[in-house]
Structure formats: structure tokens, C-alpha cells
């Protein structure tokens, strides 16, 4: 049983709370929130959407071969590591970051949604009519 696409996304999912959670810490003990919704987002897209990614392959490991799930992940590590740093710019940043922070908000998202998309096949190719029989 071929594991490795389950344990990257769980392996990340935690790395992600940690980040997540230490910045909501950091938040919490300075009383400056401006960053609450990287916070948010880190939390739910990178630790409880990578949680789920990395719990389903591990339940249906066949859903994990293929070109198609290596692509889910790479899509989705690399939309939030452009959305992430440019919602960050954009709240954070200052005027010269603006653009930037623009450029990758358009990016980053687009990319997280797709891979969603893409996760949308794969789950429904995985519990499809013709794999609940097989
Ligand atoms: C050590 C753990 C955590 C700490 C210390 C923490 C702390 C905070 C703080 C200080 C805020 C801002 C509250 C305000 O604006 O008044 C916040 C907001 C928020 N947190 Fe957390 N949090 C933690 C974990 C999580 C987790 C695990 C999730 C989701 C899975 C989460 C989701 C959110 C959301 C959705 C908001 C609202 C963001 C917004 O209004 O823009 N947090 N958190």
C-alpha cells in the first residue's frame, strides 16, 4: 500500500497548524489582529483542507495513483504558498507592496481553487457507481 501522497499532505497539514496556530498565538498576546485572516486561512486551507486531502488518500489509496493527485498536491502546496505571503502584503505591506501582493492574490487563489477541482474529480472518480462495485 503505496502511502506517500497521504503522508505528504498530513505531514504539511500539521506544519501548517503549527504556523497557523502560532500566528494566531502571536495575535492573541500583542492584540494586533490585522493578520487574522492569513491566521484563518493558513488554519483552514493549509491545515484543516491538507488534513482532509491526506486522511481520504489514506482511506482510499487507490484514489492516490496516478498523475493526477501528485498534481492535486503540487497545485495545492503551491497556491497557498503564493496566496499566503500575498494576503500577508496586501494587510501587512506597504504601498510598494501593493502590486505584488495584487499580482499574487490573483495567482495564489486561482491555483487553490483549481486544486480543489481537481480534488472534486478525483473524489468523485474514487466513489463513482463503477469503484463502489470494484
Ligand atoms: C493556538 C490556536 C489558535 C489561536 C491562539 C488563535 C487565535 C486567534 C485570534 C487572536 C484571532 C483574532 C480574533 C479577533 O479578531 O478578535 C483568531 C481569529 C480566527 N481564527 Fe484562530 N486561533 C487558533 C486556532 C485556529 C484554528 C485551528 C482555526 C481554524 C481551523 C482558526 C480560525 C480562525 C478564524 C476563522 C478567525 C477569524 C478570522 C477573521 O475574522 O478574519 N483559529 N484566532
Not at 83 to 103: D, E, I, S, T
Request: net charge positive.
Amino acid at each position: 500500500m503505496d502511502h506517500r501522497l497521504s503522508n505528504r499532505f498530513l505531514r504539511l497539514a500539521v506544519l501548517f497548524a503549527l504556523i497557523g496556530m502560532g500566528l494566531g498565538y502571536w495575535m492573541g498576546a500583542t492584540e494586533q489582529f490585522t493578520a487574522s485572516p492569513v491566521h484563518a486561512h493558513i488554519n483552514l486551507l493549509g491545515w484543516v483542507s491538507m488534513a482532509l486531502y491526506g486522511l481520504f488518500y489514506r482511506v482510499q489509496p487507490s484514489a492516490a495513483l496516478g498523475w493526477l493527485p501528485q498534481t492535486h498536491f503540487w497545485v495545492a502546496l503551491i497556491g497557498l504558498l503564493i496566496f499566503m505571503p500575498a494576503l500577508a502584503a496586501k494587510l501587512l505591506g506597504g504601498a510598494g507592496m501593493q502590486a505584488a501582493a495584487n499580482l499574487g492574490l490573483m495567482v495564489g487563489p486561482t491555483l487553490t481553487l483549481l486544486s480543489m477541482i481537481l480534488f472534486v474529480v478525483i473524489v468523485f472518480r474514487a466513489t463513482g457507481s463503477r469503484a463502489a462495485l470494484a
